[in-house]
T-cell receptor, first 107, second 114 residues
Framework: KNEVEQSPQNLTAQEGEFITINCSYSVGISALHWLQQHPGGGIVSLFMLSSGKKKHGRLIATINIQEKHSSLHITASHPRDSAVYICAAFRDDKIIFGKGTRLHILP | GAVVSQHPSRVICKSGTSVKIECRSLDFQATTMFWYRQFPKQSLMLMATSNEGSKATYEQGVEKDKFLINHASLTLSTLTVTSAHPEDSSFYIC??????????FGQGTRLTVV
């Protein structure tokens, strides 16, 4: 079992839909990142969380430390949101990555 | 936000040659840099962690003589793939971290060995 599990692995939705991607981890962490990777491979860090909730534009990330769970939400999804979203947990001096969620938003 | 610049973004090299990839933190001091490798449709795999001024710590299964990592300054780390072979073709990404827990990622380098 991976230390960081993401679900779903693949998600296709219509433009405008509310999107939720989940991340569960089984180890103690100091922080959790949500990353966005576009088809070309480049990675953008969306959020770093150690508690609570953060919002940036149409993106919202939450984390529940007790339950070892984080969610990334996208409101009013758009085709340009199509990408792979990766959950990454910081533990000691290492980063443990989830396998990613491939999101495809249809126009 | 903080910026990490990785260069080159794409490189094609002949089998047997060496390729150097640079990772620079542009507006902060990167005390720790991480190098990752990613195969198609797979997760990022940590290759090594380097702290400025000290030798890199390699993950199990990563050949340190093949993947040379240098982190000589607080703003620059390099990964050299020596005697490259077609199986080394992959996407390589660096990330850099300063004194906070937040890490920032380079744009990646797609290496093709022919």
């Amino acid at each position: 079992k991976n230390e960081v599990e993401q679900s779903p692995q693949n998600l296709t939705a219509q433009e405008g839909e509310f999107i939720t991607i989940n991340c569960s981890y089984s180890v103690g962490i100091s922080a959790l990142h949500w990353l966005q990777q576009h088809p070309g491979g480049g990675i953008v860090s969306l959020f770093m969380l150690s508690s609570g909730k953060k919002k940036h534009g149409r993106l919202i990330a939450t984390i529940n430390i007790q339950e070892k769970h984080s969610s990334l939400h996208i409101t009013a999804s758009h085709p340009r949101d199509s990408a792979v979203y990766i959950c990454a947990a910081f533990r000691d001096d290492k980063i443990i990555f989830g396998k990613g969620t491939r999101l495809h938003i249809l126009p | 936000g903080a910026v990490v610049s990785q260069h080159p973004s794409r490189v094609i090299c002949k089998s047997g040659t060496s390729v150097k990839i640079e990772c620079r933190s542009l507006d902060f001091q990167a005390t720790t840099m991480f190098w990752y490798r990613q195969f198609p449709k797979q997760s990022l795999m940590l290759m090594a962690t380097s702290n400025e001024g000290s030798k890199a710590t390699y993950e199990q299964g990563v050949e340190k003589d093949k993947f040379l990592i240098n982190h000589a300054s607080l703003t620059l780390s390099t990964l050299t793939v020596t005697s490259a072979h077609p199986e080394d073709s992959s996407f390589y990404i660096c990330s850099a971290r300063g004194h906070s827990a937040e890490a920032f990622f380079g744009q990646g380098t797609r290496l093709t060995v022919v």
